[in-house]
């Protein structure tokens, strides 16, 4: 109500104030036009009348000019005239004017200047206009002519005005107060409702809001608030359920809390090669994404709590348009809470560093899938310098920071940790690397080992997925470098600094209890929705890599057709499949493949509508995923060799209904902890078929136990704990080297992390 009589108030003064103004602007400017008007209606009448009076002046003929005065008709405004002699005196005048003393100012000066004059004046109360002409007999004045004219008439437009501006006033300031209540009052209201039944608990953080250009900014803000709230309330939720249950789960903001006492006061920087925010063009606006990674997922609670930085390198083609000068930017970008700082890449370093020796070397080296590494000068050249530009960048922002905690990620920055601790000799610094570590046999391939040993023990800790591919790195270490190997710490002493070594199983993030939708999709709906007729849906997801095993899984689904004929017109196998490194020959030539193998398996069973692969080439994002692994009867994880493999466990976190069943590689660190998949070997593909079949056929009762005892797994090792054990065991690193002065002044720069959904669990005993 107070709203409302303020809201209309302000209009009618405004609105008021306006019309007054407007109005007097413009009775002023009608006065002007009349008076202009009589003023020459005045000057045409005296004119008209000038010369028969100067001729009867001349004559003497004085008699005849009240005559002629009274001759002149009384029309319009037109009120009378007079005749006065050169002094001034009246000599004649109309009747009902009566006789002025003394003469007008106007007669007095047109007879002085022998100009006309003209002049206000009030006559019998009336008010009246004068023009005064000057009568001349040759150089001489004999005297003057007086044109009178009512002009009470002149003060109507202003009454008039003023009456219409009043009216408009009234009117504008109606009209305006029900287009806000019809445009404004409901949008405003429902907006109301939807944020009290949000507050309640009645409504999900997704309401109907208000739309168009003008509640743009509103509707986004209390959106994110929403969204705030409803993420505020999940949370307490879930703390509630765990510690009613007796459970330890680790959640995002249970890892928060921890970090913040483990850091003590210190921020943590990360270095990844991908970024975690990025900014593309879509038609003419910016959009920010998140890139599908699980590390965000992990990592961002720690930044958000100690305002950390993370160091990546820039790959949206708007970037730097949304970046300062250096690079830096505040993200995530509704709720800024850590830093990104973007290190852009020239065309010629990244096809030497990343789609050369690290994708062409290294990946191909730790992976055990037969597919020859290649090494060239020129690509280790710039995976050195690429390096090099990193370790710079992160001490950039590591100025006057005391004791920075350092996370480098994977096998892009192998040279980093050196660089870094060179500089800054006070940091924390880990290295985890995502993808297995080889024997010292095949690693010695690398012309480089050495060099990137080097770089790596430059870490106080070194983090792997498994036990045994820290046992692999050791003894490439014990092989390669001249060091003291400490097997009962698993640390390496390299030229008197220490470096642990341990295992980080990595995760993903456990979400509830709380089921799928009830409108989720079936399998054979799923598969309709692909043009397919089948009753049973076996999935994959994986990127295009030859290290993933796709094209030997499409084998073991031709042999289990042949062994088991029954299947066919039923059971149909989705892979989903990332295009990945395209830009390599290697990765282009196994798209082909894996083409040309569904292609082939299907003009071999394909019957009417029904096929027994579907390969879906195209990116998906998590929720586009989701309703595959609520309805796939059966999932495939079949690689070659992995470092981890998060597809498994993103597969039975989403099982809510602990249906469905997990085949699993030997090869992929998951087996380690998954111990009630089924685990084939991928090579053999009639353990692989036999593998299918025993999750389709064994007991409704052993498959809701095997993926019970699964998820209570990935539940209790979860992305958070993961990322808690990892920079838990980083803050108890002794620092022997020398600290920067704590009086330098704080970096505020910021760098965000593209953290992977990570685990942590006791690896050490599951390997």
Wanted: with cysteine.
């Amino acid at each position: 109500m107070e709203l409302n009589r303020r809201l209309m108030v302000s209009l009618l003064g405004g609105v008021a104030a306006v019309s007054l103004v407007f109005a007097a602007y413009q009775a002023a400017a009608e006065m002007r036009s009349m008076k202009d008007s009589v003023q020459w209606q005045a000057m045409v009448l005296a004119e008209s009348q000038r010369v028969p009076v100067e001729q009867r002046l001349i004559d003497g003929s004085v008699p005849e000019l009240q005559a002629l005065v009274d001759r002149l008709p009384n029309r319009g405004q037109f009120a009378g005239m007079a005749i006065y002699d050169f002094s001034g005196q009246t000599l004649a005048i109309t009747s009902h004017l009566g006789r002025l003393d003394p003469p007008p100012s106007a007669v007095l000066a047109s007879l002085k200047s022998g100009q006309g004059r003209s002049e206000f004046l009030t006559m019998n109360g009336d008010r009246m206009h004068l023009f005064s002409l000057p009568l001349q007999a040759g150089a001489r004045t004999v005297g003057a002519i007086g044109i009178f004219h009512d002009v009470s008439f002149l003060h109507a437009p202003i009454w008039r005005h003023v009456a219409s501006s009043v009216a408009q006033t009234l009117l504008i300031v109606g009209i305006t107060l029900s287009i806000v209540r019809w445009s404004f009052g409901r949008p405003l209201r429902r907006m109301t409702d939807w944020l009290r039944d949000m507050r309640t608990g009645r409504a999900t953080a997704e309401g109907k809001l208000p739309q168009g250009e003008l509640f743009e900014p509103l509707a986004s803000e209390v959106t994110r608030l929403a969204s705030s709230l409803h993420i505020a309330r999940a949370a307490a939720e879930e703390e509630a359920r765990l510690r009613d249950a007796s459970l330890s789960q680790w959640t995002a903001e249970r890892l928060r809390i921890s970090m913040q006492a483990k850091l003590n006061g210190s921020r943590l920087f990360a270095v990844s090669n991908r970024e975690p925010y990025e900014h593309v063009h879509r038609g003419s606006e910016i959009v920010c994404s998140v890139p599908p990674s699980g590390l965000v997922t992990a990592l961002e609670p720690v930044l958000r709590a100690c305002d950390g930085i993370w160091v990546a390198q820039a790959t949206g083609d708007a970037d730097r348009e949304t970046a300062d000068a250096h690079g830096r930017l505040r993200v995530p970008p509704d709720h800024p809470q850590y830093g990104l700082r973007r290190v852009w890449l020239s065309p010629e370093e990244e096809e030497g560093f990343y789609f050369g020796f690290a994708n062409e070397g290294l990946w191909p080296l730790c992976h055990i899938a037969h597919t020859r590494p290649i090494f060239r000068t020129g690509d280790w050249d710039h995976y050195r310098s690429v390096n090099q530009k990193f370790a710079d960048a992160l001490a950039d922002e590591m100025e006057g920071q005391p004791e920075p905690f350092v996370l480098v990620q994977d096998y892009h920055f192998a040279l980093a940790p050196a660089m870094i601790k060179e500089r800054r000799t006070d940091a924390r610094i880990a290295i985890f690397w995502h993808i297995p570590w080889p024997n010292p046999e095949a690693f010695g391939i690398c012309p480089w080992q050495r060099e990137l040993l080097d770089g790596m023990l430059g870490a106080d800790l070194i983090g792997f997925h498994i036990q045994a591919h820290c046992n692999n790195f050791l003894a490439t270490v014990d092989r390669a470098l001249e060091s003291r190997i400490d097997w009962e710490r698993f640390a390496v002493n390299r030229r008197n600094r220490l470096t642990t070594v341990r295992p980080f199983p990595i995760s993903v993030a456990f979400n509830g209890e709380n089921g799928a939708p009830p409108d989720a999709p079936t399998g054979a709906a799923l598969l309709q929705a692909l043009g397919v007729e089948g009753t049973i849906l076996g999935l994959g997801v994986d990127r295009v890599d030859y290290t993933k095993g796709i094209p030997e899984r499409f084998r073991g689904i031709e042999r289990l057709l042949d062994l088991h004929p029954s299947y066919c017109e039923k059971l149909t196998f989705v892979q989903i499949g990332a295009p990945s490194r395209t830009h390599i020959r290697r990765y282009q030539d196994l798209m082909t493949e894996v083409e040309e193998e569904a292609n082939r398996i299907n003009r071999r069973f394909r019957t009417g509508a029904w096929k027994p692969i579907v390969f879906v080439k195209r990116h998906h994002s998590h929720q586009e995923i989701q309703p595959y692994y609520r309805a796939a009867d059966f999932c495939l994880v079949t690689s070659l060799h992995d470092g981890m493999n998060l597809v498994a466990k993103e597969y039975v976190a989403a099982r809510h209904d602990e249906r469905g069943a997990l085949i699993l590689s030997r090869f992929t660190g998951a087996c380690y902890e998954l111990a009630d998949a089924l685990v084939v070997n991928p090579y053999d593909t009639d353990e692989l078929a036999g593998a299918i079949d025993k999750s389709l056929t064994m007991p409704g009762e052993e498959r809701s136990m095997r993926m019970r005892r699964m998820r209570a797994a990935v539940r209790e090792h979860n992305v958070y704990r993961w990322a808690e054990n990892l920079i838990g065991e980083l803050a108890e690193v002794r620092i022997d080297g020398p600290v920067p002065a704590a009086s330098a002044r704080p970096n505020h720069h910021w760098l965000s992390l593209v953290a992977r959904q990570a685990h942590s669990s006791g690896a050490a005993a599951s390997s």
